[in-house]
Structure formats: structure tokens, C-alpha cells
């Protein structure tokens, strides 16, 4: 399984952005798909997370204001990000989780909202 991600960029406070993953090749069965961010000098951590059974989860920090999507057909996880925040600035990992089938992550993508 390969993730490319996509999607990112620079923006104003307040602003949108749509990050895309997309997955070539799956593994049958239960799997989590999700994105996770990691800003300088700090530990990489949960966005948004999304079961193969369509149960979301999203951290504290985005909720209200991050939607995570999943396209089964075309084998996709996106992630809608309004109302950006300067402290929302990072690279954002796609992540899919079969456990113990196979953990396996997407290059990140940049996301930077201007002070």
C-alpha cells in the first residue's frame, strides 16, 4: 500500500484548505485512515481519523473546524481544514492502519497559515 498526499499549502488566517490522499492498493479488511500533523520541534499528532466503518474522530483542537471524508471507490481521505489557525501550520502525514496487517504513511504535505 502507498499513500500520496496532496493538497497543501500557504494561507491566511481563517482561511481553507483541502488536503487529498490517495491510496494505491489495500489490504482486505478493518482499517483506519487518518491524518496526522507535526509542527517543528514538536511530536507528530492525531488530526483526524476515520474507520473503514465510517467512524470519525478528531482532536480537540480541530473540531468544528477539520472534516475528514473517505471515498471508498476511489480509495481516497480527504480532509476539509477551515477557519485555519497560525498554530494549525505543519506537515500533515496521511496515515492508513490495518494493524496488525500493516501500518503504512504518505510523504507529508506543508500546510503554513500566515501569523
Known amino acids: 500500500v502507498q499513500l500520496q498526499a496532496s493538497g497543501g499549502g500557504l494561507v491566511q488566517p481563517g482561511g481553507s484548505l483541502r488536503l487529498s490522499c490517495l491510496a494505491f492498493?489495500?489490504?482486505?479488511?478493518?482499517?483506519?485512515m487518518g491524518w496526522y500533523r507535526q509542527a517543528p520541534g514538536k511530536q507528530r499528532e492525531l488530526v483526524a481519523t476515520?474507520?473503514?466503518?465510517?467512524?470519525?474522530n478528531y482532536a480537540d483542537s480541530v473540531k468544528g473546524r477539520f472534516t475528514i471524508s473517505t471515498d471508498n471507490a476511489k480509495n481516497t481521505v480527504d480532509l476539509q481544514m477551515n477557519s485555519l489557525k497560525p498554530e494549525d501550520t505543519a506537515v500533515y502525514y496521511c496515515n492508513k492502519n490495518y494493524f496488525a496487517r500493516g501500518n503504512y504513511w504518505g510523504q507529508g504535505t506543508q500546510v503554513t497559515v500566515l501569523q
Open positions: 476515520i474507520t473503514s466503518g465510517g467512524t470519525t
Open positions: 492498493g489495500s489490504i482486505f479488511g478493518f482499517n483506519v
